[in-house]
């Protein structure tokens, strides 16, 4: 009896062993730990945040900052010409720090970017605060600059909130499909990428104006509501863009063309795309952190 119980304590002993710090299964965990947020956020990232900041900080004081002069005398700055303005801003903010961020510069845009993996989810509260805060500053600094109006270019629905809501809904959807076709497809013609995205946004902005004010992004809304403390209808300038910019990024990959899917490649930016494009040349990029307009 004695015999068998010390056989079975030796087998217990000789098959139950004390966790080894350094075996692989203990040592690899912090260091799969560290390579998941290294992949997450690469070294380069907080250069993508800033760049966000300064692009909305832009598009909209220019994007509001026209609207409200427009309102506060047209005769100096017109509906049109605002309209125009506010798709100016995008097309040179697409080439200036799209080959950084990406030009966002719009949470709906974003979110539907990464519902469709081209933005990691990790990116997007940081992105989305990014670009918040740029379009808070520029709110602030417009409310200073125009007093004593109180015109900062804030949009709130001129008809019903049902027509609003569809209108931001489709001119949201429109500006990023475009986005997609030009930015993540590699059949697609990239020379003039940045001024298409810029057209969409000026002819949505035509189009919408009357009636929704024409934000397409609930940033632009946003910050001019939280400068002049006005929030009515606010909701719809989140369910609208929001809503219309997922389904956009979802319709496009429905009908993109894998059948013929070119030279691989993984682009930073539309900007980056052009000067490939202008260059004959193509690179193959890591589809990991792909991050476009």
């Known amino acids: 009896m004695d015999g068998t119980s010390q056989n079975t304590l030796t087998f ?10 350094t075996s692989p299964e203990v040592s690899s965990s912090p260091r799969l730990s560290l390579s998941t947020i290294s992949q997450a956020y690469p070294p380069g990232f907080p ?12 598009l909209v004081f220019v994007g509001s900052g026209s609207a409200g002069l427009s309102v506060i005398d047209e005769t100096r700055v017109s509906k049109l010409g605002a309209s125009i303005a506010g798709g100016l801003i995008v097309t040179v903010m697409i080439y200036s720090i799209g080959h950084i961020s990406g030009a966002h510069m719009n949470p709906a845009v974003s979110l539907a970017f990464s519902a469709v993996r081209h933005l990691p989810w990790p990116q997007l509260p ?5 670009q918040l805060t740029g379009a808070i500053s520029a709110s602030y600094t417009l409310r200073e600059l125009l007093e004593p109006s109180h015109e900062i270019g804030q949009t709130s629905p001129a008809g019903s909130h049902i027509q609003a809501l569809i209108m931001e809904m489709v001119t949201t959807y429109t ?14 013609t990239g020379q003039l990428s940045g001024v298409a995205v810029g057209c969409s946004v000026c002819i949505a902005s035509i189009v919408a104006g009357p009636i929704s004010g024409g934000s397409m992004n ?18 719809l300038y989140f369910v609208g863009p929001i809503t219309g910019a997922v389904l956009a990024a979802w319709s496009y990959n429905v ?18 795309k052009i000067r490939q494009s202008i260059s004959g040349t193509e690179k193959v990029g890591q589809r ?5 307009v």
């Open 12 to 21: 217990i002993t000789s098959t139950i062993e004390a966790p080894n710090p």
């Open 47 to 58: 250069r993508k945040v800033f760049a966000e900041v300064i692009g909305t900080f832009l």
């Open 126 to 130: 940081f992105y989305v605060a990014a």
């Open 175 to 188: 500006m990023v499909f475009i986005s997609m076709a030009v930015a993540t497809d590699r059949n697609a």
């Open 218 to 235: 609930p940033a632009r809304t946003l910050g001019p509501a939280i400068a002049i403390s006005s929030y009515k209808g606010l909701w």
């Open 255 to 272: 009908i993109r063309d894998t059948e013929h899917p070119g030279f691989p490649f993984s682009l930073s930016s539309l900007s980056f």
């Open 288 to 292: 990991g952190h792909q991050c476009l």
